[in-house]
């Protein structure tokens, strides 16, 4: 099993070597995992995710619901861009 981080290739020591960068399957997790972490960043940043207005489950499901419809919304706006 080949673990899911990123190697630090900035020039200090990284805790993932090379036998675990030479597979493919790192690659591709590697951009699956950027895929997916930009729909959390896009939340936190632009949604306002990073501290909740509300509080309790119900009202906060709703906010997040809302957030993730509309970073969907901007996600296709951008693959519709790319496609025409």
């Excluded at 673990?3 to 090379?18: K, L, Y």
């Excluded at 995710?49 to 901007?74: D, F, H, I, Q, S």
Aim: proline share 1%; with cysteine; aromatic share 8%.
């Amino acid at each position: 099993m080949t673990p899911h981080v990123a190697q630090n290739t900035s020039g200090r020591c990284s805790a993932v070597d090379a036998r675990t960068v030479r597979h493919e399957g790192y690659g591709l997790s590697q951009r699956a995992r950027k895929r997916v972490e930009q729909g959390f960043g896009w939340r936190k940043t632009v949604a306002g995710l990073r501290k909740v207005r509300w509080r309790g489950c119900e009202k906060v499901g709703w906010m997040v619901t809302l957030a993730a419809a509309a970073y969907n919304l901007v996600r296709m706006r951008d693959l519709m861009a790319a496609t025409a």
